[in-house]
């Protein structure tokens, strides 16, 4: 794997006309931990991670700073940011069929990113590294899933062929949006592992407690687009001290460890 990244958001703020999703947030995920955003719906948790990663939609208004391991994002081009996406960042995003293109193979995707980012010397080595890629990823079946259009594939299997693409670079930094949701509790567990398996820094945003207390060593809520508490996830969880958090805490009880 590639260094753990450093990120530094630095009163990060991005309106949509006279919408503040992101209001001023200065949020740090250290080298190789966890970081969960947690915070409700709309709080703006998908907009600040479009927006770290240079896709705030194109209606986005945006100020403040992204560094990367002290590489200065928001200076980047569009061509220098696509090469730290999925390089140095690997993403996955809220909706995995965003992620993926339903008109190609699971398998020619792959083999795609690895070739963009000359991971792979020639197409036939990437095309050789695409069964254990899937397979890290969790799909018992990697020669068949890289067979298959995504349509092909169930929701929890199209969800580990995004993380697949996503780590298949092997990123220093994985970006996470509500990567669980969707998933039965066994093959949710899973894919939290498979997240957290690598070592690389990550930022994973939720609205599930019970994702935080998996995965989190430091959780930040947010709400109406600032950032109100940021600790460590233990503490935060079992002891919040903002009236929001304490009330994210209290609506999901009994949530496993
Ligand atoms: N392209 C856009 N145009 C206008 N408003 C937007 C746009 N994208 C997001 N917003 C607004 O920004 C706010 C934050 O949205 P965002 O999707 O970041 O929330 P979220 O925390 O990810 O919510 P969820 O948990 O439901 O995914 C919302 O009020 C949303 O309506
Ligand atoms: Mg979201």
């Avoid at 980012?117 to 799909?139: I, M, N, Q, T, W």
Wanted: charged fraction near 25%; proline fraction near 6%; aromatic fraction near 0%.
């Amino acid at each position: 794997m590639s260094a753990p990244e450093r990120l530094d958001m630095v009163d990060l703020t991005v309106t949509h006309g006279a919408v503040r999703a992101v209001d001023g947030v200065s949020l740090t995920v250290h080298p190789g931990e966890a970081l969960v955003l947690l915070g409700e719906s709309g709080s703006g948790k998908s907009t600040l991670a479009r927006t770290v990663l240079g896709l705030p939609g194109p209606t986005a208004r945006v100020s403040g700073g992204v560094r990367l391991s002290g590489t200065d994002l928001r200076a980047l081009d569009e061509r220098a940011l696509s090469d730290v996406r999925g390089r140095r960042i690997g993403y996955v995003p809220q909706d995995p069929d965003a992620g993926l293109d339903p008109l190609r193979r699971i398998g020619a995707q792959l083999v795609e990113v690895l070739l963009r980012h000359r991971v792979a010397a020639s197409r036939r080595a990437a095309r050789e590294a695409v069964p254990a890629l899937l397979d890290a990823a969790g799909l018992t079946d990697p020669d068949r899933a890289a067979r298959s259009h995504p349509h092909e594939l169930s929701g929890g299997q199209r969800q580990r062929a995004v993380i697949a693409l996503a780590l298949a670079c092997a990123p220093g930094l994985l970006i996470a949006d509500e990567p669980t949701t969707a998933l039965d509790a066994l093959v949710r567990s899973r894919v939290l592992d498979l997240l957290t398996a690598g070592g690389s820094s990550l930022l994973v945003v939720t609205h599930d407690i019970g994702v935080a207390r998996r995965i989190g060593h430091r959780v930040a809520v947010m709400r109406a687009g600032r950032i109100v508490e940021t600790g460590p996830a233990d503490r935060v969880l079992t002891t919040p001290r903002h009236a929001h958090s304490a009330a994210l805490v209290a609506a999901q009880p009994g949530v496993p460890r």
